[in-house]
């Protein structure tokens, strides 16, 4: 059953705390993503890595941190440097680059 | 990052009523996508569109991919109450920078 899987699915965390959220994807994808959504708001995209060991910031990449040392995986670190980390989280994968992204259930961060 | 322009920003429907939404961008796309995304959950994509002129079918949806590439249409004939959701349209452009560009998302609501 081939997908992408995001855990936890709601993660709890206080303030100056760093916290790692796990994204795991057997559809044999090139690339992945990491993306930001805020209530009533559309995504906006953190980091992205096109291949193993090699990812580029996104337009939000400040206070967030990844590793892309094996295909199936692409964790995001939120580090005690993100001012507003409170938000819900969402990995995709695609095919390459260029091709349609395929996303994950989401992991919804709360800092208390 | 650049957003594309979608509309309506919402709807309220009473069911079996047809939907109509679209997205425009000052941009030429060479992709189009549109995803809907259920409250809590990861955006599921429904249609995409790789030709100027295309027009799909997914079941009661259909897209259409502007002559001019710089847009794109959505129709959902005869809406039920799980079409209730927010709906986001997604561009690609091969200009440099492949990433995809999201819509700021279309919610629908379906009034009993």
Same mark, same amino acid.
């Given at each position: 059953d081939g997908g992408i899987t995001q855990s936890p699915k709601y993660l709890f965390r206080k303030e100056g705390q760093n916290v790692t959220l796990s994204c795991e994807q %057997?559809? %044999?994808?090139?690339a992945m993503y990491w993306y930001r959504q805020d209530p009533g708001q559309g995504l906006r995209l953190i980091y992205y890595s096109q291949i193993v060991n090699d990812f580029q910031k996104g337009d939000i990449a400040e206070g967030y941190s990844v590793s892309r040392e094996k295909k199936e995986s692409f964790p995001l670190t939120v580090t005690?440097?993100?001012? %507003?980390?409170?938000a819900f989280y969402l990995c995709a994968s695609s095919i390459g680059e260029a091709g349609a992204q395929f996303f994950g259930p989401g992991t919804r961060l709360t800092v208390l | 990052g650049q957003q594309l322009n979608q509309s309506p920003q919402s709807m309220f429907i009473q069911e079996g009523e047809d939907v109509s939404m679209n997205c425009t961008s000052s941009s030429i796309f060479n992709t189009w996508l549109w995803y809907k995304q259920d409250p809590g959950e990861g955006p599921v994509l429904l249609i995409a569109l790789y030709k100027a002129g295309e027009l799909t079918s997914n079941g009661r949806l259909t897209a259409q991919f502007g002559i001019t590439r710089k847009d794109s249409f959505l129709n959902i004939s005869? /809406?039920?109450? /799980?079409?209730v959701g927010i709906y986001f349209c997604a561009g690609i452009s091969n200009f440099g920078n492949e990433k995809l560009t999201f819509g700021t998302g279309t919610r629908l609501t379906i009034i009993p």
């Open positions: %057997n559809l %044999n994808h090139d005690s440097a993100q001012k %507003n980390p409170t | 005869a /809406s039920i109450p /799980s079409d």
